[in-house]
């Protein structure tokens, strides 16, 4: 389980200030929807509909979800987001690490609710043209093992998962994988290229079409800093990972959960802890993506 993510530390002040709207001008970085999306309790991991009008994050503690960490929901309501409520498809359980597809049909998260291949399962939701959620759907052992699995993201055409997992062996801790969709289920993981090590690595997203990688690495996820990565693929394997550019992204900092916003692909939603905006624990920051500067290769053609 990431006991890291609510492993944050010490108290923090709420911050002051105006608060930020969805088409606010971004200069270094600008605070996800203050008081509303962004709060006193611990946001991680926001992703945005491709239509723009809703964001989904999860949170470690905020209270009124069905149990353990939930999804939530905000709406995009007179240009800023309003209206938190818990998702439907939350269970007594933890429920996590949201992202839709590109074509905005489904929303994939993670969960260790029961009737899982264990630990920490990756699920999707069907998104209702009404805009309710259907029921929770595990993505079946293709990409869930007896560890737990993180953080799915869908490739733009839907073809290929990225995720992290302990269960599939891999460079030790958490690696970085890749599945691919054979008609019926993903299947077939293997090892992201590149960047896999003896430290956790987990929390990706891809820029462009995968031909640039941002992700999370931490000594020990349960125990240490995490901090965001960017790595380019030189044709065949992601390259010279290098810190991301962000102010608070250092050494002692907690920041992960990056995720590319459908609806504005170049910007580049992360958590963190900033001095100023600040609303809580962890918060939801904005900041332009880095260029997809890589070249085509590090996303592997499904096995034939």
């Known amino acids: 389980m990431r006991h890291a993510r ?5 108290s923090l002040l709420l911050a002051c200030g105006l608060a930020s709207t969805v088409h606010a001008a971004l200069s270094e970085f600008g605070i996800e929807g203050m008081g509303v999306v962004s709060t006193v309790h611990s946001e991680v991991r926001g992703a945005v509909a491709p239509d723009g009008r809703r964001i989904v994050w ?10 353990g960490w939930d999804l939530w929901q905000a709406r995009l309501i007179d240009g800023r987001w309003q209206d938190p409520t818990p998702l439907s ?3 007594q359980a933890n429920d996590f690490d949201p992202a839709f597809s590109a074509d905005g049909r489904w929303l994939y998260f993670f969960s260790n609710r029961p009737g899982g291949h264990g630990g920490d399962d990756l699920y999707r939701t069907a998104v209702r043209e009404d805009g309710s959620y259907g029921p929770a759907e ?7 093992g007896r560890g737990d699995e993180w953080a799915p993201t869908p490739s733009r055409d839907g073809r290929h998962l990225l995720f992290a997992s302990d269960g599939f062996g891999g460079s030790g801790g958490h690696d970085l994988f890749v599945a691919h969709w054979n008609g019926r289920a993903f299947v077939g993981p293997t090892p992201v290229p590149g960047v896999n090590s003896a430290d956790d ?13 941002v992700f999370a690495r931490s000594k020990d996820v349960e125990k ?9 693929c030189d044709g065949a394997r992601y390259a010279q990972a290098a810190p991301l550019a962000l102010s608070f992204n250092t050494e002692e900092a ?4 990056p995720a590319i916003d459908w609806n504005k692909p170049g910007e580049l939603l992360v958590s963190g802890s900033a001095k100023a905006p600040r609303a809580g624990k962890m918060d939801l920051y904005r900041m332009k993506a ?10 592997a053609a499904p096995p034939r």
């Open 6 to 10: 609510v492993r944050f530390g010490f």
């Open 58 to 67: 999860g949170s470690t503690d905020r209270r009124g979800g069905a149990g």
């Open 224 to 232: 240490q800093p995490i901090r965001l990565y960017v790595a380019h």
């Open 89 to 91: 498809v939350n269970a």
């Open 201 to 213: 690595e987990f929390d990706a997203a891809w820029l462009g079409d995968g031909q640039t990688l």
């Open 290 to 299: 880095p260029a997809a500067a890589g070249k085509d290769g590090c996303v």
């Open 254 to 257: 907690y920041t992960l959960g």
């Open 138 to 144: 595990n993505l079946g052992p293709g990409v869930n």
